[in-house]
């Protein structure tokens, strides 16, 4: 590992000129968070939790799904998986290609169905 450079009082490294003529890719987790952000702003419910009289619960996301209970299930947990999957779908899409991943995935990196 590198010795890393003294920080100056600003707690930077390196002087200014050696920051500003570095052209630097913008790092992975800036875009993997801005897809997280994003989706957490795509999948919010609206309205009113809805039940009728067989107990079937329901609200709706802004993505315009409808989030519902089921026999196993409440409408929390549909809530928690919809958002996860959302925030999954979002990350996965930006992350780099050829990262290793749990899920196997197709060209646009989004989960292979096979």
Known sequence: MDAARPTSHTGRRG???ERE????PEPVSASMRRAKAGARAAHVT??????DA??????????GMVLTNGPDWTVDEHI?????EARY???????????PRIL???ADRLPRLD
């Open 104 to 106: 196997p995935v197709d």
């Open 46 to 51: 609206t309205g009113q939790v809805v039940e």
């Open 21 to 24: 003529d570095a052209v630097r």
């Open 54 to 63: 067989s107990g079937r619960v329901t609200i709706e996301c802004s993505c």
């Open 80 to 84: 928690r998986l919809h958002r996860a």
């Open 89 to 99: 779908l979002a990350v996965s899409a930006v992350a780099p290609p050829g990262m």
């Open 15 to 17: 002087s200014t000129a």
